[in-house]
């Protein structure tokens, strides 16, 4: 991955999140981080 690259994953990753917690609160961010904690502990058992 180039720094261009990672940089452009970045700000619209940064963005996205932004825009969600604007609009829509803090509640999806909160179930989001929780299945996103989940899905790392099953990939990590998998590992």
């Not at 970045?10 to 996103?36: E, M, P, Q, R, S």
Request: overall charge neutral.
């Amino acid at each position: 991955m180039t720094d261009r690259l990672a940089l452009i994953l970045g700000i619209l990753i940064v963005t996205a999140v932004t825009l969600d917690l604007a609009v829509f609160g803090t509640d999806h961010t909160i179930f989001l981080a929780k299945k996103l904690y989940a899905l790392i502990e099953w990939m990590a058992f998998w590992r």
